[in-house]
């Protein structure tokens, strides 16, 4: 009877609407995904009553989000990888169709009105995706280009921008980062003069995610000439105006599918009209949605972390040295007790900050603090995980090289851990006096 | 005809998860165990949902037999497109040794009570895989059943069924009022999108008791023990052919 029930499940396994993707994996990453594909990492309570921060409905959100990404992106991510870019209309408007491009943008442009505990959750069952990439896209779009024009863009250009944005029919990408200017926001040189009823500009951007797939840029430029905080303005740039050149494809070690660009500007002509907000406010624009840029990093690379310790752990219990499996060498499991008390820890960080934010608090210093250690514990994590993976650890052919590579970029992107050190001594009082 | 759809929902451990069984073998461990809704009744859902969406029913209500939790699986249901939603609180003992046998006896009498026009469950779950329910539903009810349905067309008062057994597929042909039971390749269930899982929180799921029903819980099985499959010995490898035959006349196999 058992036989007949193990063969039973066994058949729905192989047969399952799942069948692809046992196939698109066979020959690459075959090794890690039948150590990890069945299995179920959450370390979330099951009864919705006792979370923290969530209830049945995130429940139900992250549990569709996951069939989505099972469905839809996760059997071509390796497709993807290879080829260095995924397709971002496609995916997106798949997204936007089911509504997850944005959960707390309001309701007349297509968003759903709800919380910011709803991104996180969001955030979080990106990181079910198997790689960095895409749910770095994914968080560009919903999280990075368009919070300054939900809250201060004109109802018109809310409507030519963020309507499409959110519903997956346009791809955004943020135009911040320039080639001399990465930390230092306040020194970028791209100028938008006015002439007239037009911005005329005149500059580049680099690091520019979805780069090359893009239909418009939110643009952080000069529009005058005054203090370096107080002269930037935040413009809605269509891509294919004429004078945008997307200079090149960046190749990257790592977040392979994610397409990086350098663009170019020689004179764009742009209408006064796509301001968002007020002329001069940018900077300070832009300021405001760092808190939830950041924690979204935090709960996105958290699961990924979660799914590294998962895989490292039924490999080294398969994988035998000096006759017996490598997980049961105390060296071993100790690591990975170590390394997942810190994922935990994170995570409670995570939902302190989240739930005091939606409350409507400043949690500036804690989402720093969340930021800097994300960077750091990832790599740690994946550094110390791959270790354990020996050679395998060292070829393509596993999940752990590849967020070993990806995760690198979290320290630096989305501002750098020097950044975060800082704006926490602000915080504590510790910065040098004038 | 009421163009009301009966479909039954059962809440399981979910399928990626690793089934443990307790130290006392009298089951399997499931506190603390991510449940989700048996892969048969979302393409059982997903069938509904699909005939509504074709104007040949009007009405989906989702069916549950279970405790408390059973309304998550519910209300996914519902974010799946189901109007509303029905209850059957059975907890503690009884939902303990619930079966086919009680299940199709609830199910028989809420579709007497909903007037329902079609039953549409999965063919089975994949806790006790028993492929039961349906079958004892259509037999309590007198009703025709087209189980196992890899095709579903509706024509006015008759189902065409096109049904997967051993040798191949078969297609049949039975009125309505019916009982279908869902197997794999019926369909691919959709996600629900966010909007609908907000929505579903607005639609109703009426709570009922089985005595309401009429319906006596009482089983006639007692489970006597639950055990883990053997575990898999390690095989032998041989040379060449006669190796092998030698091998096989030695362990009596042949």
């Known amino acids: ?434 | 005809m009421s163009g009301r759809v009966l479909v039954g929902v059962k809440r399981v451990i979910d399928y990626a998860v690793k089934i443990r069984v307790k130290p006392d073998n009298s089951g399997v461990v499931t506190d603390g165990v991510k449940h989700s809704m048996n892969p048969f009744c979302e393409i059982a859902v997903e069938e509904a949902v699909k005939l509504k969406e074709k104007k040949l029913i009007k009405e989906v209500v989702a069916v549950s037999c279970g405790p408390q939790q059973s309304q998550e699986t519910i209300r996914t249901a519902l974010a799946m497109g189901a109007d509303r939603g029905i209850h059957v609180e059975v907890a503690g003992k009884d939902y303990e040794t619930l079966g086919p046998l009680q299940v199709s006896k609830i199910m028989a009498a809420l579709a007497k009570k909903e007037d329902a026009q079609l039953i549409i469950l999965g063919k089975q779950a994949i806790d006790d895989d028993c492929n039961q329910t349906g079958q004892m539903t259509a037999a309590l009810l007198d009703w025709p059943q087209g189980t196992f349905a890899s095709e579903v067309s509706l024509d006015g008062d008759k189902v065409k069924v096109v049904r997967e057994i051993d040798g191949g597929l078969e297609t049949i042909k039975i009125s309505t009022p019916a009982v279908l039971t869902a197997d794999l390749r019926l369909n691919t269930p959709r996600y629900a999108t966010l909007p609908n899982i907000m929505k579903a929180k607005k639609k109703k799921i009426a709570n009922v008791k089985p005595a309401d029903l009429g319906v006596d819980l009482t089983s006639r099985l007692e489970v006597l023990k639950v055990e883990e499959p053997p575990q898999r010995q390690a095989g032998v490898k041989v040379e060449t052919v006669e190796d092998l035959v030698g091998k096989l006349k030695e362990t009596g196999r042949i």
Not at chain 1, 215 to 243: E, F, Q, V, Y
Request: glycine share 8%.
């Open chain 1, 1 to 434: 009877m058992a036989l007949l029930v193990g063969a039973l499940r066994l058949n729905l396994l192989a047969n399952s609407r799942n069948f692809y993707k046992f196939t698109s994996f066979v020959g690459v990453r075959s090794l890690s995904e039948n150590v990890s594909s069945k299995s179920v990492t959450s370390s979330s309570p099951e009864v919705a009553g006792d979370h923290v921060i969530y209830t049945q409905e995130h429940f139900a959100l992250k549990e569709s989000l996951k069939k989505l990404i099972d469905q839809e992106i996760n059997p071509h991510v390796e497709q993807w990888e290879a080829e260095g870019k995924f397709p971002a209309h496609k995916v997106f408007k798949i997204l936007g169709s089911a509504g997850f491009l944005g959960v707390n943008r309001p309701t007349e442009y297509g968003g759903l009105g709800l919380d910011y505990s709803y991104s996180v959750a969001v955030a979080e069952e990106l990181g079910n995706i198997r790689c960095g990439g895409i749910p770095m896209a994914i968080g560009v779009q919903t999280d990075m280009a368009t919070p300054a024009l939900a809250r201060f863009g004109t109802a018109e250009l809310k409507k030519e921008f963020l309507l499409p944005s959110i519903m997956g029919d346009k791809v955004a990408c943020l135009g911040v980062s320039e080639v001399g200017a990465g930390s230092d926001v306040s020194s970028i040189k791209t100028k938008a003069v006015r002439k007239g009823d037009e911005y005329v500009i005149n500059g580049g951007k680099m690091w520019t995610t979805n780069g090359t797939q893009a239909d418009w840029m939110c643009l952080l430029a000069n529009t005058s000439d005054g203090p370096p905080h107080r002269n930037k303005s935040l413009i809605c740039l269509p891509m294919n105006l004429p004078g945008v050149h997307i200079a090149r494809k960046i190749s990257k070690i790592g977040m392979w599918s994610s397409d990086t660009a350098e663009v170019f500007f020689d004179d764009v002509h742009v209408p006064c009209k796509n301001i968002i907000g007020q002329e001069g406010m940018g900077f300070t624009y832009q300021m405001l949605q760092f808190q939830e840029e950041r924690l979204w990093a935090v709960a996105n690379a958290l699961t990924s972390m979660d799914t590294i310790i998962q895989e490292t752990i039924q490999y080294t219990r398969q994988r035998k040295i000096f006759k017996q499996p490598v997980l049961y060498h105390q060296a071993v499991h100790f690591r990975l007790a170590e390394l997942q008390t810190e994922v935990e820890l994170l995570r409670s960080l995570l939902y302190q900050a989240t739930a005091l934010y939606v409350k409507g608090n400043d949690v500036t210093k804690l989402a720093s603090m969340a930021k800097l250690k994300t960077g750091r514990l990832a790599r740690e994590l994946s550094d110390g995980c791959l270790q354990y993976w020996g050679g395998m650890g060292f070829t393509s052919d596993v999940l752990v090289s590849r967020f070993y590579r990806d995760f690198r970029l979290i320290s630096i992107g989305g501002g750098a851990d020097e950044v975060m050190l800082g704006i926490i001594c602000k915080y504590m009082d510790m910065l040098p006096r004038k």
